[in-house]
């Protein structure tokens, strides 16, 4: 089963190194991460998402939990949580007709150009994995030049929270 794990950890070199070096020493796999220090600069928000077992996430956040660095951390996918990703494609259109078409999916999916080139566009858009996936299966394969994407954020719903 996929789990979004939300980490708060020391903002300080080799942080983000040790976690990293728990998931490899154990043979886990990390299929996304995101790190970003908090409104404190001396503590940094990790986001991680994996895959496994109950069992195996349950070692997980234990082993997570003797990690020096790491302050507090929370299992979202326990309760109701709101995940979202960040993309940036950047797309060939070289023809009015192509131009129009991107703007069209563009608009259908509430991304936004950010950038116009004589051409190319270079789109932003948020949105759960799904949707920039269900995006990206709409553009034509040939006219897509670069895909970068953020990870998973996450965040509790409701009054539940993260903080020290």
Same mark, same amino acid.
């Not at 030049?145 to 993260?162: D, F, M, T």
């Given at each position: 089963?996929?789990?979004?794990?939300?980490?708060?950890?020391?903002?300080?070199?080799?942080?983000?190194?040790?976690?990293?070096?728990?998931?490899?020493?154990?043979?886990?796999?990390?299929?996304?991460?995101?790190?970003?220090?908090?409104?404190?600069?001396? =503590?940094? &928000?990790?986001?991680? $998402?994996?895959? *496994?077992?109950?069992?195996?996430?349950?070692?997980? #956040?234990?082993?997570?939990? !003797?990690?020096?660095?790491?302050?507090?951390?929370?299992?979202?996918?326990?309760?109701?949580?709101?995940?979202?990703?960040?993309?940036?494609?950047?797309?060939?259109?070289?023809?009015?007709?192509?131009?129009?078409?991107?703007?069209?999916?563009?608009? =259908?999916? &509430?991304?936004?150009? $950010?950038?116009? *080139?004589?051409?190319?566009?270079?789109?932003?858009? #948020?949105?759960?994995?799904? !949707?920039?996936?269900?995006?990206?299966?709409?553009?034509?394969?040939?006219?897509?030049?670069?895909?970068?994407?953020?990870?998973?954020?996450?965040?509790?719903?409701?009054?539940?929270?993260?903080?020290?």
């Amino acid at each position: 089963m996929r789990h979004t794990i939300s980490i708060l950890l020391e903002n300080e070199s080799g942080a983000l190194s040790r976690v990293a070096g728990l998931f490899s020493a154990r043979g886990y796999n990390i299929e996304s991460l995101t790190v970003a220090p908090t409104e404190d600069p001396s =503590i940094s &928000r990790m986001t991680l $998402v994996t895959r *496994g077992s109950d069992d195996v996430i349950e070692q997980i #956040t234990k082993q997570l939990n !003797k990690l020096i660095d790491v302050i507090q951390l929370i299992d979202l996918t326990e309760g109701k949580h709101i995940e979202r990703e960040f993309l940036l494609m950047k797309v060939n259109v070289s023809t009015a007709d192509q131009r129009d078409e991107i703007k069209r999916i563009v608009d =259908i999916f &509430r991304g936004r150009i $950010v950038d116009v *080139g004589d051409a190319n566009y270079t789109i932003e858009m #948020t949105g759960t994995a799904d !949707k920039l996936d269900a995006f990206i299966k709409g553009i034509e394969p040939a006219q897509i030049v670069e895909v970068v994407r953020s990870g998973v954020l996450g965040i509790a719903r409701g009054s539940k929270s993260l903080r020290v």
